[in-house]
């Protein structure tokens, strides 16, 4: 006979998976429940087009659930669903080529030359004032920023301070170096920074 | 006042500067200076409305889309023929299969009915080609022709025209055809 199911609201990532590979259908339906709105928001933010961060979003858990026997109990599940959801987002932004290039240049660019080889001007990639308006749910402020920032740049802050995701957990979803995570959060934060200087006194009021 | 580097102060550093457990060299810079407590104010608050971002929802319907194409273990896995297009096929080859038994079994009958469709067939083909030669024959322009060819000079002078146009077309055709450089004076 098989184990009863635990109770999928209270149980635990690994619990539900493991009953999803059991077979059962609302177990799927829990995982989908738990990361619908965390992986939908992440590459919205990405991409920020609300049908394509669906299809998008919806490609990333047919992926996740139909491999999930080649799942490794060892790895947190969050961070191998962000890693796809992450990796949906970034191919299809590379695809279209946006956003290639950053404001401070490449992060390997370690002399100033090559800094300023790899840098664009801000109208380069700044999103159109059309686009701003059609995008009224990402249209604050701090997301019209966050948008400035390159696809790797926006990964990281959206996984650290959006998702609260640790910098280890990061840099083993995202496949990089430890410390390129840290420059790359570091870049993104002065990058905000330097977006958002204007609301400083606003900020600091707060 | 403790000296501190600010260009070079990391997310960490900074993070650092967040965290309670901060050093108290730390501390005591932040105190004394005026631009790194901005900095660290202005971090601290950026990261304050990161974390305050809303989290959006997918539209409706989104997880029934989702299941729709996962493959369930249990789930039997979905019919790759329609019971309409088994059927078709079926028949077909029941069909396929009576005819070569029939066939096998009136060999005569059938080697007589080939003969006779294919002498129909020679006659209806035969007879294709004898109208449309007649109808050509009968053409205005080809006794017009005809009359032009009417002498062994004239069909001399007409051969010649012919080859000289043919020789002429042939010429043109290969200069047309030569790349750039291989052609005398093609750059003026």
């Known amino acids: 006979m098989a184990e009863p199911l635990p109770p999928l609201q209270s149980a635990s990532d690994q619990e539900v998976v493991s009953a999803a590979r059991a077979g059962a259908e609302a177990a799927y339906r829990e995982l989908v429940r ?5 992986v939908f928001s992440l590459i919205y933010r990405m991409v920020r087009n609300r049908e ?38 970034i191919d299809h932004l590379r695809r279209r080529e946006l956003d290639t290039l950053s404001l401070e240049g490449s992060p390997h660019a370690d002399t100033a030359e090559k800094i300023e080889a ?9 999103e159109s004032a059309l686009d701003a308006v059609a995008n009224k749910e990402l249209g604050s402020e701090i997301e019209r920023a966050i948008a400035q920032l390159r696809p790797e740049y926006r990964s990281c802050i959206l996984l650290r301070h959006v998702e609260g995701r640790p910098y280890e957990e990061i840099a083993e979803l995202l496949e990089l170096p430890l410390g390129t995570v840290k420059t790359y959060i570091h870049r993104a934060r002065n990058e905000l920074r330097l977006a958002l200087g204007h609301l400083k006194d606003e900020w600091q009021e707060q | 006042m403790t000296p501190w580097p600010i260009a070079r102060l990391t997310a960490e550093d900074l993070d650092a500067f967040h965290s309670a457990s901060l050093k108290t060299a730390a501390r005591e810079h932040l105190e004394a200076c005026a631009q790194c407590r901005a900095l660290v104010e202005q971090d601290r608050a950026l990261l304050a409305r990161l974390a305050s971002l809303p989290t959006f929802e997918p539209s409706e319907g989104f997880s029934d889309r989702v299941m729709a194409r996962v493959e369930l273990p249990g789930r039997a896995p979905a019919r790759r023929f329609a019971p309409q297009r088994v059927v078709l096929v079926a028949t077909l080859l029941l069909a396929l299969g009576a005819s070569i038994g029939w066939s096998l079994l009136n060999r005569a009958l059938l080697l007589a009915w080939v003969d006779s469709a294919a002498a129909s067939l020679g006659r209806a083909i035969w007879m294709g080609v004898r109208i449309v030669a007649t109808n050509l024959t009968e053409q205005g322009f080809l006794v017009s022709l005809r009359d032009a060819l009417s002498s062994g000079g004239r069909v001399v002078l007409a051969a010649g025209v012919l080859l000289g146009a043919y020789g002429a077309a042939l010429y043109g055709l290969r200069r047309l055809l030569a790349a750039p450089g291989s052609v005398p004076h093609a750059h003026g």
């Not at chain 1, 738990?34 to 965390?38: H, L």
């Not at chain 1, 961060?53 to 026997?69: P, R």
């Open chain 1, 34 to 38: 738990r990361y619908e709105r965390p």
């Open chain 1, 52 to 89: 394509l961060a669906e299809d998008l979003s919806q490609e990333t858990f047919i992926k996740v659930l139909n491999a999930l026997a080649s799942y490794r109990p060892e790895f947190k599940f969050s961070s191998w669903v962000f890693k796809i959801a992450n990796n949906a987002a």
């Open chain 1, 118 to 126: 790899t840098s664009l001007q801000i109208g380069e990639r700044a």
